[in-house]
């Protein structure tokens, strides 16, 4: 079995089976999505049977106004830039964030997310940034621009390969990951980016992974970190609140939400993450 423990430190301790693990990494990962716990398990269990022990070093940004009572569980077990600054890591990951509406300068914690993205050049071996992180480190890295879409992007997508990369070694040409989101890419501001190239897109939700030409930085615009039931429970929630909102695409078995998920993203989401560990040297 998987151990897990959390040090002193506010380091998380991911050991994998006996005699299967060849290596320890440090990973640096910046929670940004609102329910923290469900987030950190969500990444746990990706990890969970990889080849390598992980350590994970959550982090919140400091300059983030917290409306919810948040704050004194990521003060007691999370990292704040300021903490961990003079530290190396092997990877570092940038979730995602309810803030794809705002304009990327209108975010509290842009500045602070700015000085982050700019010290992981020397910092981190690796970088991972999903859904709005992907979006927003491609604004910084490289000034493009994210676009609205109506309806919400959301559900399981097919998605193609167009470029080979070592980042989906072991994939099919064609394979499925979660999107939710509100805003999306323009393939042609991606395709016209020096440094920048398209591994992975989808007609209908538009670019979906991207890597920096050095192969240091990747971007998914989707969410392999997404548990089963995770694109259920934001349905039921936007339909409680009385939010506008589709039923999940793909989601569903024969698109009726009284029938059982089909779950067909996972174990490429593994392999994703797995092969991005792979790279980190």
Same mark, same amino acid.
């Given at each position: 079995?998987?151990?897990?423990?959390?040090?002193?430190?506010?380091?998380?301790?991911?050991?994998?089976?006996?005699?299967?693990?060849?290596?320890?990494?440090?990973?640096?990962?910046?929670?940004?999505?609102?329910?923290?716990?469900?987030?950190?398990?969500?990444?746990?269990?990706?990890?969970?049977?990889?080849?390598?022990?992980?350590?994970?070093?959550?982090? =919140?940004?400091?300059?983030?106004?917290?409306?919810?009572?948040?704050?004194?569980?990521?003060?007691?077990?999370?990292?704040?830039?300021?903490?961990?600054?003079?530290?190396?890591?092997?990877?570092?990951?940038?979730?995602?964030?309810?803030?794809?509406?705002?304009?990327?300068?209108?975010? +509290?914690?842009?500045?602070?997310?700015?000085?982050?993205?700019?010290?992981?050049?020397?910092?981190?071996?690796?970088?991972?940034?999903?859904?709005?992180?992907?979006?927003?480190?491609?604004?910084? +890295?490289?000034?493009?621009?994210? =676009?609205?879409?109506?309806?919400?992007?959301?559900?399981?997508?097919?998605?193609?390969?167009?470029?080979?990369?070592?980042?989906?070694?072991?994939?099919?040409?064609?394979?499925?990951?979660?999107?939710?989101?509100h805003t999306t890419l323009s393939?042609?501001?991606?395709?016209?980016?020096?440094?920048?190239?398209?591994?992975?897109?989808?007609?209908?939700?538009?670019?979906?992974?991207?890597?920096?030409?050095?192969?240091?930085?990747?971007?998914?615009?989707?969410?392999?970190?997404?548990?089963?039931?995770?694109?259920?429970?934001? =349905?039921?929630?936007?339909?409680?609140?009385?939010?506008?909102?589709?039923?999940?695409?793909?989601?569903? =078995?024969?698109?009726?939400?009284?029938?059982?998920?089909?779950?067909?993203?996972?174990?490429?989401s593994k392999t994703i993450l797995?092969?991005?560990?792979?790279?980190?040297?």
């Open positions: 079995m998987n151990s897990l423990k959390q040090a002193v430190n506010k380091r998380f301790v991911l050991n994998q089976p006996k005699g299967q693990a060849h290596r320890t990494l440090d990973l640096l990962v910046l929670n940004l999505m609102p329910n923290k716990l469900e987030t950190e398990s969500q990444l746990l269990n990706l990890c969970s049977g990889l080849t390598e022990n992980l350590t994970f070093t959550f982090m =919140y940004p400091a300059t983030h106004h917290f409306k919810s009572n948040t704050l004194p569980y990521l003060q007691e077990t999370y990292a704040t830039f300021d903490e961990i600054k003079g530290q190396q890591f092997d990877g570092l990951i940038v979730t995602g964030a309810p803030v794809e509406t705002l304009p990327f300068k209108q975010v +509290d914690y842009w500045e602070e997310f700015e000085q982050l993205l700019d010290w992981s050049q020397t910092h981190v071996k690796q970088s991972l940034f999903i859904c709005w992180a992907a979006q927003a480190a491609l604004h910084h +890295d490289f000034g493009i621009e994210k =676009y609205p879409v109506r309806p919400k992007i959301f559900g399981i997508f097919e998605h193609h390969i167009r470029r080979n990369a070592d980042l989906l070694e072991g994939l099919p040409e064609q394979f499925y990951l979660p999107h939710s989101r393939e042609d501001d991606i395709l016209a980016t020096p440094g920048l190239n398209l591994l992975v897109s989808n007609d209908n939700v538009g670019p979906a992974i991207m890597q920096s030409q050095d192969q240091r930085r990747t971007y998914i615009t989707g969410h392999p970190e997404y548990s089963i039931n995770t694109l259920a429970n934001e =349905y039921q929630r936007d339909l409680r609140a009385g939010k506008p909102i589709t039923i999940p695409e793909n989601y569903f =078995y024969a698109n009726d939400p009284s029938q059982q998920i089909i779950n067909r993203w996972h174990e490429t797995q092969n991005w560990l792979n790279n980190v040297d």
